[in-house]
């Protein structure tokens, strides 16, 4: 595996393998790997040849008081981690790379990047968009491999690329879960053991409202009242939002209907974590997949 820490050397591997017609898949991260991101490389490696990774912890998605700092950063692990995965580049920019001296660009999708995760972090989206194109434009992939559980983050760069007429596939790959349900994320290294076990209720309050569902409940308003309910009952988890969404528009939902998503954002000692569920209908029914 070779690592590349310039935009130019990146462009000239990408080049390459457009000229040859071949498939490149790419993996986008900030490193602290876990399994979640190892399953979005496994997914890139059936699909694609080459497969680039990429490791940039963006400063621009931090808000001011947010966590870039102190973010986990396990570089070294992390290669090593990608090289026996048998990716093929290491992607690295240090921010003065990606971001010289005089850069005043950003990209918005409006109306989208206020919401839910944007509202509780103004100026998250801008960041994420507006790194996530220039990875775009530097690595050129055939294919984009993101995780589910940033369901909205994943939703606007859909509409970001389809808007701006970008060429990459965004492929979405399921959650990765730990054994007892939570979600896996970089940040979960932030909690102690205490706050461990208490981050499983945001797991378990989706599984509340998917027994809901199966007895009939399709009411937006109770099915959150259920997720809510659950997660207050647990002193040492502080709920930021829980939504019922179309998972197209992101439009609030009043029932179930097509294709939803369960969202949810709690902080969990001084820890913010974020989980999903996806609401399909097949028919009369739905099937929930958590």
């Not at 026996?84 to 690295?92: E, I, N, R, S």
């Not at 206020?114 to 055939?142: A, D, M, N």
């Not at 984009?144 to 690329?161: L, N, T």
């Not at 969404?245 to 939902?253: E, G, I, S």
Request: one cysteine or more.
């Amino acid at each position: 595996m070779e690592t590349i820490h310039t935009i130019a050397w990146m462009k000239q591997i990408a080049a390459e393998a457009r000229r040859t017609e071949r498939l490149l898949g790419f993996v986008p991260t900030m490193g602290a790997l876990h399994e979640g991101h190892l399953s979005l490389v496994r997914a890139a490696k059936a699909q694609c040849s080459p497969v680039v990774a990429s490791i940039f912890v963006n400063p621009k998605q931090f808000g001011p008081s947010e966590d870039f700092k102190k973010y986990p950063r396990t570089f070294d692990a992390d290669r090593e981690a990608l090289e026996k995965m048998g990716v093929d580049f290491l992607f690295a920019p240090t921010p003065e790379e990606m971001y010289p001296a005089g850069f005043r660009s950003g990209v918005v999708v409006d109306g989208w990047s206020e919401r839910l995760e944007g509202r509780s972090r103004p100026g998250h989206f801008r960041g994420v968009v507006t790194v996530v194109l220039k990875l775009f434009e530097i690595v050129q992939p055939k294919f984009a491999f993101f995780g589910r559980k940033d369901a909205q983050q994943v939703r606007i760069i859909q509409q970001m690329a389809r808007d701006l007429n970008v060429d990459a596939e965004i492929v979405v790959c399921p959650i990765v879960r730990e054994s007892d349900g939570l979600a896996m994320s970089s940040r979960n290294a932030y909690l102690d053991a205490t706050h461990r076990t208490a981050a499983t209720v945001l797991h378990r309050s989706l599984i509340a409202m998917l027994d809901q569902i199966a007895k009939g409940e399709h009411d937006a308003a109770r099915l959150l009242a259920c997720i809510r309910a659950v997660i207050k009952a647990h002193s040492g988890v502080a709920l930021d939002y829980a939504e019922l969404v179309d998972a197209d528009t992101f439009d609030p939902v009043v029932s179930l209907r097509k294709t939803c998503y369960a969202l949810l954002a709690a902080k969990v000692g001084e820890t913010r974590l974020i989980d999903n569920a996806l609401i399909e209908q097949t028919g009369d029914s739905f099937h929930v997949t958590i």
